[in-house]
């Protein structure tokens, strides 16, 4: 069964970090371009942050710029997405998004909640 299990959500004080993880199952991640979304609650969904298949092309959205950084090992078929700085407005279900032509996986999302 091929899937992405995203995990390292939870409740932070503003300020502080968190290190989401996204890794799949029963595929290689090789050829994937993989994206952070999110959604909040009562929001659409959004993107967050993308990074090629190579690893050499990333991409942010205005509000992660400067505080996000996304990673991958496909050696471990993992992705990663380093928080920092984190506000309450990150406060979301974070989603990962692999993408290959017209394949396109979703993992169940991990909630963030940043709150003092």
């Known amino acids: 069964q091929l899937q992405l299990v995203e995990s390292g959500g939870g409740l932070v004080q503003p300020g502080g970090s968190l290190r989401l993880s996204c890794e799949a199952s029963?595929?290689?991640?090789?050829?994937?371009?993989i994206g952070w979304f999110r959604q909040a609650p009562g929001k659409e969904r959004e993107g967050v942050s993308c990074i090629s298949a190579s690893g050499t092309h990333t991409n942010y959205a205005n509000s992660a710029k400067g505080r996000f950084t996304i990673s991958r090992d496909n050696a471990k078929t993992m992705v990663y997405l380093e928080m920092n700085s984190l506000k309450p407005e990150d406060t979301a279900v974070y989603y990962c998004n692999a993408r290959l032509g017209s394949q396109d996986y979703w993992g169940q999302g991990t909630r963030v909640t940043v709150s003092s």
């Open positions: 029963g595929f290689s991640l090789d050829y994937y371009d």
